[in-house]
């Protein structure tokens, strides 16, 4: 290559002193042009004959990315493909002269993770940024080096938004069972309209929940990691798996009830603020109120409570041979299958076994039901539901544990009448209804037109004013879920395919 060039460099001083054979100016024009171009050439040649990937290029090998694997007998699109495949495989984090502005955002942004309690390692921040410096040398591999850049980053940043979005961990058993129905995320759809916006940060942060819980934990988490560093290490964990059970939950409407198991409270949240607090008593350790989420479609007035069975047959059944009245003196009649009045005075009751217990036990409207003066439903698997109750005196311990997995409501008409004039039409006579219900004893029910969401959440950490505020674990579950959020796997970043030999 060396020798190519010194010939040609030697020739055109040769002909331009006169050395050359001429045979008129216009073959010493020819003459000179020709060897001009083969200087031009040798050149070329000499820088190693490599050039800037083109766009083109680049795209052309995006075009033969993997569109789908086989994983448990099924096929799953990539994500990266089918994003690329939109926006006709153009590059989009990379030009010829380097990175884009949008892929040093991008990259700045995943190295930042921590302050929305996720783990920068998962999405390989630093190798990214390292990879991001390398597309400014020129070499044989600087067309892997685009691919693998646009290849990685996308995955990355998709990764990224969807954890944002829903969360990180996947085991079924430790998530809250989402919603019904509920619309799925479209990671690449977010992304493309990030890129479009030119706002990419602040659209891919539009991922993120809005309730606010959530929006209020992280601004102090962040707050924190800006002004205390040691107390921040020390909470770093509480603070991720709660933004985590924070990110199951279905997406917050202007109006809900949130219920917080750890800190004995129904909020009705309207909005950015808190329209009303009470004070509720949750399930006890061993009868643990369930996470849920649902909606609130009615509820009922002097309510009639219906006995669960495992409470029939475990708590009341030992009382009932001691004594057969104990059902008489609560106002609690007995029923047998068929459904017809039973004579507590007349059963063997040491013959009836829990196992096989054969009555329904059914409690009337009183002062004494266990229901109290009003009951909320809400669909769920657990047959859990919200209601009054005449222990009063529970709601002033500050540990309030005490129930058999439902919700004890403090001043729970208060919630109803204001479930009722939200509801709209005819409010007023609703709300005459519910009390002469009250005063007459009778049960009423009262169907709510715009069912009202229902979030029963267990938060060990939360926001208190501009601090975080951690919560007693009181069923346990954060261990759980500690253990699975540092242990769950780091994703890997898509591999440079096999069309790329180029290393």
């Not at 331009?16 to 083969?38: E, H, S």
């Not at 030009?95 to 996720?118: C, D, H, Q, Y």
């Not at 040398?137 to 944002?164: G, I, K, M």
């Not at 500050?398 to 009448?417: D, F, T, W, Y």
Request: with cysteine.
């Amino acid at each position: 290559m060396k020798s190519s060039f010194t010939f040609c460099l030697n020739a055109i001083v040769g002909f331009i002193k006169g050395q050359q054979p001429t045979d008129g100016p216009l073959f010493r024009f020819v003459g000179f042009m020709a060897l001009a171009m083969m200087l031009a050439g040798a050149v070329s040649r000499g820088a190693g004959s490599v050039e800037r990937p083109s766009n083109t290029d680049v795209a052309s090998l995006l075009r033969q990315l993997p569109k789908g694997s086989q994983q448990n007998d099924s096929v799953t699109i990539s994500r990266v493909a089918a994003f690329y495949a939109h926006s006709s495989y153009t590059p989009v984090w990379t030009s010829p002269s380097g990175a884009t502005p949008e892929a040093r955002a991008a990259v700045s942004l995943l190295k930042g993770a921590a302050r929305f309690g996720l783990k920068p390692a998962e999405y390989r921040a630093a190798g990214l940024a390292a990879l991001l410096d390398s597309l400014g040398t020129v070499d044989e591999q600087s067309l892997a080096r685009r691919v693998r850049a646009e290849q990685q980053l996308s995955e990355a940043v998709l990764h990224f938004v969807q954890h944002l979005h829903e969360g990180r961990i996947t085991n079924s058993e430790l998530r809250t069972a989402p919603l019904a129905g509920a619309p799925s995320f479209d990671a690449v759809a977010h992304l493309q309209r990030a890129l479009g916006s030119g706002r990419l940060v602040p659209v891919l942060l539009e991922a993120q929940p809005a309730s606010r819980s959530y929006v209020r934990l992280l601004s102090a988490w962040q707050r924190m990691l800006d002004k205390d560093s040691v107390g921040a290490q020390r909470t770093a964990l509480a603070v991720a798996i709660n933004l985590e059970r924070l990110r199951w939950e279905p997406r917050a409407d202007s109006l809900y009830l949130a219920v917080n198991i750890p800190s004995y409270t129904l909020q009705v949240v309207r909005g950015a603020r808190v329209a009303a607090s009470h004070r509720v008593v949750v399930g006890k350790v061993a009868s643990p109120t369930p996470g849920l989420y649902s909606r609130v479609t009615f509820f009922q007035t002097a309510p009639e409570w219906r006995v669960p069975q495992s409470i029939a047959a475990n708590e009341m059944l030992p009382k009932l041979r001691k004594d057969a009245g104990y059902l008489d003196d609560r106002g609690f009649e007995l029923y047998n299958a068929a459904g017809r009045l039973v004579n507590p005075y007349r059963v063997d009751w040491d013959a009836v076994q829990p196992e096989t217990f054969p009555y329904t036990i059914r409690q009337a409207p009183s002062a004494e039901n266990a229901l109290g003066e009003v009951v909320f439903r809400f669909a769920n698997p657990f047959a859990v539901y919200m209601h009054d109750t005449p222990a009063k005196a529970a709601f002033r311990a500050n540990a309030r544990a005490l129930s058999h997995g439902c919700i004890r409501v403090e001043k729970p008409l208060e919630l109803a009448r204001f479930l009722l004039e939200r509801d709209g039409k005819n409010a007023a006579d609703r709300l005459e209804d519910l009390q002469n219900s009250l005063d007459a004893g009778h049960t009423k029910e009262f169907g709510l037109q715009a069912p009202v969401p229902l979030l029963v959440r267990y938060l060990t950490c939360e926001a208190d004013g501009d601090q975080l505020r951690q919560l007693p674990d009181i069923y346990g579950r954060d261990l759980a879920l500690s253990q699975a959020w540092q242990d769950a796997p780091t994703t890997p970043l898509a591999p440079v395919t096999a069309v790329l030999a180029l290393r």
